[in-house]
């Protein structure tokens, strides 16, 4: 499976009814999408506090992350993998100026 294919299938999940505009669905997606981030970075915390890391609980809560972001690219008519190109090139690029790869650009 391709993660344009995925993002294809997840975007065919069942959304909750009642959102009554695109804010509120897009609200709803990225809401969901920082809720997983906050399951992974979970995951770490109790490897911290418990010395050992569930590797499979980690992959576990990537996984749910990644699809609430392929919700998200779904409904922004956007296709994951051109998302993911994008990405490189404007990563490859800030390493190229010397910034951090994860130096954000437009604030």
């Not at 090139?89 to 604030?107: D, M, P, V």
Request: hydrophobic letters at 45%; charged letters at 25%; proline letters at 2%.
């Amino acid at each position: 499976m391709t993660i344009d294919e995925y993002a294809q299938w997840a975007a065919a999940i069942a959304k909750p009814v009642g959102l009554s505009s695109r804010f509120d669905v897009l609200a709803y997606l990225v809401l969901g999408l920082c809720g997983e981030a906050g399951e992974v970075a979970d995951t770490v915390r109790r490897q911290i506090r418990d010395g050992a890391l569930s590797e499979d609980r980690l992959v576990y809560e990537l996984g749910d992350l990644l699809y609430h972001w392929a919700c998200l690219c779904a409904e922004l008519g956007r296709l994951p993998s051109k998302m993911l190109e994008q990405s490189q090139r404007n990563i490859e690029a800030r390493l190229a100026a010397g910034k951090s790869a994860t130096a954000t650009t437009h604030e």
